[in-house]
C-alpha cells in the first residue's frame, strides 16, 4: 500500500497511463491532423488551440508529439524487450555451462560493453538501412551486453542453490532443470533492469532520429521532433522544446515507476 | 591620416561598393534587402581578414570537379576563367581571354590570353596550359560533369601561339562561351591538372585573387590574398589585389550555430541563412543577400521508366496539384517568388509559363478521372487497386518536399519521400532506381536544361525519353543566332512543363548575411559568391 501512496509514483503511473493512450489511440488525444497544415498559422507560439504551437508548415505540434508516441515508444520497447530477451538467454546458457563456453561467451560480451551502445546501435542501423525497426535492433542489441552479465550472476547464484542439487538428484534433465527452476528463480532482477533500461531506450531511439535514422519525413518521431526544430531554435524554440520535454516526462515516469516496482530504492 | 597604399580611400570604395550592390540586386529578382551604406565616415580597417562560415564541407575545392554551391564559393576565390559573364545583363567580358572569336557554325572558339598573368606558384598563363586543362576535364569525364558537358563535342584545343589557341568541337556549342565564364572551367595550373583527381580535391593552384593556404576536411579552409593580383574582368569594382588579407571559411553545419555566430561577431560572414532568420538579420547592424539561383528552380526531376512516372496524366495532375505560390509562403524567401517556368525567373532565355503551372486541382481531378482513377476511401485515388504513389528521393529542402506531399495528399496523390545522403542520391541516379528526384541544377544558360534531360546531358537527372524534347534540345545547342535560338528554347519549356518532366516547386533564393563592417561582396551569374571586392570597414 504504501508504494501506491508515493506521489513520485502515482504521478509517474498517471503521465505513463497518457502515454499508452497516446500509443494505443492517438486520435484521442490529438486535437488534429498531424500531417496536415492548419490554415496559414505558421510558427504560432503555444496556445490553448495549439498547445504546442504549429512548426514552419502549420501542422499542429501537440497532434505531431501524439502521434509521434507509438513509433517512438514501440521501438523502445521492442529495443528492450529484444535486449533482455537475447542477453538472457546468453546468460543462461553461459552462467548453466560454465568452464570454457562461459570463458568465450564472456569475452564476447565484454567487447559488446566495451563499445558504447549507441555507437553499437549506429553500425546496426548503418548496415540494416535506417527506419525505426532497425532502431530498435540496434538499440536493443546495445542493451544485451549487460543484461547477459546481469543474468549469468544470477544463474551462477542460483545454480548452487539446494533446490537445483535436489532437481538434480531426483535425475531432473539439464534444460528441464534450467528452463523450470533456474530461469524462474533468476529472472526477476532481469525484470527490474529491463524497466530502467527503457528508458534508456527511450533515450537512445530519440537520440538515433534526431541524427535522421528514423522514419522518413513526415511520419513524426520525437527525435525527429526535436531535429526538425533545431533550425527554428532562434525564433520559434517551442518547436524543439515540447517534443523535448515530452521525452524528459516520460523517461521520469519510466523511471519513477521503475524505482518503485523493482525494489531498487 | 595614413591610409595603407593597398586600401583605396573610403570615398573611392563606397561607389564601388554600391554599384556591386545594385549589380547583385538588379541580378536577382526582387532581393529583400537593400543593404545601406549610410556610415559616411567608414574608412578600411587595418584589419582585413574576415571569418566567413560555411553550411558543409566542401567536399572537393576543385571547381573542375565539384557541382557543389558551397565548393564553387570557395573555389571561385582561387580560379579565374576565361570570359567573365554580367550578372545584370547576362553579357559576356574578356577576362583571361582577353580578345576571342567564334566562328560560323559555333565549332572552333579562338582566343587571345591576356598578357602577365600568372599562376600562384609563379609559372605563367599559357595556351599550352589552357588546353592541358580542358584534355584534363574531358578525361575526367564523368567526375566533372557540369565541366564536360560545357565541352560537350570537344574536339581537342589548336595551340597557335604561347597566347592564342582554337578550341575545337565536333558539333556546333553555342553555350560554350557562357560556360567559359563558369568556374566549372576555370583554370588551373599545369601541375595541378596533371595531379590526380582527388589530390586536386585537396589543394589547388590557380590564378585567382586568393591562394588556397589550408583545408582541413571537415574542419575548416583558409585562403589568402594572391600578391600582385592585377587581372580582375571590368565587372570587378575595383583592379589590382583583393582587399582581404585572408578569409578562414570554418565549416559550421548548424544552421544556428552560424547565426548565432554572426550576432555574437564570431564570424563576419555567413553562408545560408534560414529564410525564418530574415528578419533577424534585416536591421542597420547587418547586410542580408539574397541571391536567387538561374538555372532550373527546385523540381521533381522525373523518371518516366520508373513506376506511375511514365504516365503523362499523372506527371500532369501532380503539377496541377501544387499551389506553388503557397509553398513559396510556407517555405521560400520572402524575396523570392514562386517558379513560373522550368527555368527559374533569372536564367536568360527565361519564359513566363505561369498559366502552364498554375494551381489546378480540378484540371488534375479530371486528368485523372479521365484515366480510369477513383478516390478510395482514404482519400488517395486507386485504378485497378492499385494506389496513386510516387516516391520523390532528396538530400535537402525536406521542408519543401513535405510542403507539396501535403497539397497532394489533399488532392488525392500520395507522395512519399526518401530523404538520403547526397551519396546515396548520387548513387540513385547512378542506378536509375527513382521516381523523381526533388533538387534543381544552378545555370546561367537555358541549356541547363540540355544537360539535365538530354541523353548526353552529363547530368542526365529527369529521364524524358521523348525524342522530340531530345532533337530540340539539341537544336538549341547547335543554333546560333540568338532569336531563333530563343524560339527553340520557349518551345523546350512549353514542352518540358507541359508534359511534366520537370515539375518545379520552388526558386531557390541563397540567403547569405554579414556584419555591417563587410561590404563589397559581389556574387557572379550563377550567384555565387566573389569576395575580390570585398572590404573590411571601420
Known amino acids: ?265 | 591620416m595614413t591610409i595603407p597604399a593597398r586600401i583605396p580611400p573610403r570615398r573611392l570604395a563606397m561607389p564601388v561598393a554600391a554599384v556591386a550592390f545594385a549589380t547583385v540586386l538588379a541580378g536577382c529578382s526582387g532581393a529583400s534587402e537593400t543593404p545601406t551604406s549610410d556610415t559616411p565616415d567608414a574608412e578600411p580597417a587595418a584589419v582585413q581578414d574576415v571569418v566567413f562560415a560555411l553550411k558543409e564541407d566542401p567536399t572537393c575545392l576543385d571547381p573542375q570537379q565539384t557541382s557543389m554551391t558551397t565548393s564553387l564559393n570557395v573555389g571561385r576565390q582561387l580560379t579565374d576563367s576565361l570570359l567573365d559573364q554580367d550578372a545584370e545583363t547576362g553579357d559576356i567580358v574578356p577576362w583571361l581571354a582577353s580578345d576571342w572569336s567564334v566562328n560560323d557554325d559555333a565549332t572552333a572558339y579562338t582566343f587571345t590570353l591576356a598578357e602577365g598573368v600568372t599562376f600562384s606558384d609563379g609559372t605563367a598563363l599559357t595556351s599550352d596550359v589552357v588546353a592541358a586543362n580542358f584534355d584534363a576535364i574531358v578525361e575526367l569525364g564523368a567526375a566533372a560533369s557540369l565541366a564536360s558537358a560545357y565541352l560537350g563535342g570537344y574536339a581537342g584545343t589548336d595551340v597557335i601561339s604561347d597566347t592564342e589557341f582554337t578550341v575545337n568541337f565536333s558539333a556546333p556549342n553555342v553555350q560554350f562561351a557562357q560556360g567559359a565564364t563558369t568556374m566549372s572551367l576555370g583554370i588551373l595550373s599545369a601541375e595541378t591538372v596533371a595531379a590526380s583527381a582527388e589530390e586536386r580535391c585537396l589543394s589547388l593552384v590557380g590564378t585567382g585573387p586568393f591562394v588556397l593556404d589550408s583545408y582541413v576536411v571537415n574542419d575548416s579552409v583558409k585562403i589568402v590574398k594572391r600578391e600582385g593580383y592585377d587581372w580582375g574582368s571590368e565587372l570587378r569594382g575595383h583592379t589590382g589585389e583583393a582587399y582581404l588579407d585572408s578569409v578562414t571559411f570554418p565549416i559550421i553545419t548548424e544552421a544556428s550555430v552560424r547565426t548565432g555566430g554572426l550576432e555574437s561577431g564570431e564570424y563576419d560572414l555567413i553562408q545560408d541563412v534560414p529564410y525564418i532568420d530574415e528578419a533577424r538579420f534585416a536591421g542597420d547592424e547587418y547586410h542580408l543577400y539574397a541571391a536567387a539561383n538561374p538555372g532550373v528552380p527546385n523540381a521533381f526531376l522525373v523518371n518516366t521508366t520508373h513506376g506511375l512516372m511514365g504516365e503523362e496524366a499523372v506527371r500532369q495532375a501532380i503539377t496541377k496539384s501544387l499551389d506553388r505560390d503557397q509553398i513559396n509562403v510556407l517555405t521560400g524567401s520572402v524575396s523570392g517568388q514562386a517558379p513560373t517556368s522550368v527555368l527559374t525567373s533569372s536564367t536568360p532565355g527565361y519564359t513566363d509559363l505561369g498559366d502552364t503551372l498554375a494551381y489546378d486541382p480540378e484540371g488534375a481531378a479530371a486528368l485523372l478521372e479521365a484515366d480510369g482513377w477513383e478516390l478510395g476511401a482514404d482519400g488517395i485515388y486507386e485504378r485497378d487497386g492499385e494506389a496513386l504513389t510516387f516516391t520523390v528521393t532528396a538530400f535537402y529542402a525536406q521542408d519543401v518536399l513535405e510542403a507539396a506531399q501535403i497539397q497532394l495528399a489533399d488532392n488525392g496523390i500520395d507522395m512519399q519521400i526518401n530523404m538520403v545522403s547526397a551519396g546515396d542520391f548520387f548513387g540513385a541516379i547512378a542506378t536509375g532506381d527513382y521516381d523523381a528526384l526533388g533538387a534543381g541544377l544552378t545555370r546561367t544558360d537555358p541549356d541547363v536544361l540540355r544537360v539535365l534531360l538530354s541523353v548526353d546531358g552529363g547530368s542526365r537527372w529527369a529521364i524524358a525519353e521523348d525524342d522530340e524534347l531530345e532533337a530540340l534540345l539539341q537544336e538549341q545547342a547547335a543554333t546560333v543566332d540568338t532569336d531563333a535560338r530563343q524560339a527553340i528554347i520557349d518551345e523546350i519549356q512549353q514542352l518540358v512543363a507541359e508534359r511534366a518532366y520537370v515539375i518545379p516547386t520552388l526558386e531557390t533564393v541563397q540567403l547569405h548575411a554579414s556584419s555591417s563592417s563587410v561590404e563589397g561582396l559581389t556574387f557572379d551569374s550563377a550567384a555565387r559568391i566573389n569576395l575580390y571586392d570585398a572590404v573590411v570597414v571601420d
Open chain 1, 1 to 265: 500500500m504504501r508504494r501506491l501512496l508515493n506521489p513520485v509514483a502515482l504521478l509517474s503511473v498517471l503521465v505513463l497511463a497518457v502515454t499508452l493512450v497516446a500509443v494505443i489511440w492517438p486520435a484521442l488525444l490529438a486535437p488534429y491532423d498531424p500531417f496536415d497544415s492548419v490554415g496559414t498559422a505558421r510558427l504560432e507560439p503555444p496556445s490553448w488551440d495549439h498547445l504546442f504551437g504549429t512548426d514552419a508548415l502549420a501542422r499542429d505540434v501537440f497532434s505531431r508529439v501524439v502521434h509521434g508516441a507509438r513509433l517512438s515508444l514501440l521501438a523502445a520497447v521492442l529495443a528492450t524487450t529484444a535486449g533482455a530477451v537475447l542477453g538472457a538467454l546468453i546468460g543462461l546458457v553461459s552462467g548453466a555451462a560454465g568452464g570454457r563456453v562461459d570463458f568465450a561467451v564472456m569475452r564476447v560480451v565484454d567487447v559488446m560493453l566495451a563499445i558504447p551502445g549507441i555507437l553499437l546501435a549506429l553500425i546496426v542501423v548503418a548496415s540494416l538501412g535506417f527506419g525505426a525497426v532497425s532502431i530498435a535492433i540496434g538499440v536493443g542489441l546495445g542493451a544485451t551486453g549487460s543484461f547477459a552479465r546481469v543474468m549469468r550472476a544470477q544463474v551462477m547464484r542460483v545454480r548452487n542453490e539446494e533446490y537445483i542439487e535436489a532437481a538434480r538428484t531426483m535425475g531432473l534433465r539439464r534444460p528441464t532443470i534450467l528452463l523450470r527452476h533456474v530461469l524462474p528463480n533468476a529472472s526477476k532482477p532481469i525484470v527490474a533492469m529491463a524497466s530502467t533500461e527503457l528508458a534508456l531506450a527511450i533515450l537512445a531511439v530519440s537520440a538515433l532520429s534526431f541524427l535522421g535514422f528514423g522514419a522518413q519525413p513526415p511520419t513524426p518521431e520525437w527525435g525527429s521532433l526535436v531535429s526538425d526544430g533545431r533550425q527554428f531554435i532562434a525564433t520559434a524554440p517551442w518547436l524543439s522544446i515540447m517534443p523535448g520535454s515530452v521525452i524528459l516526462v516520460v523517461v521520469l515516469a519510466v523511471n519513477g515507476v521503475a524505482r518503485n516496482l523493482g525494489g531498487n530504492r
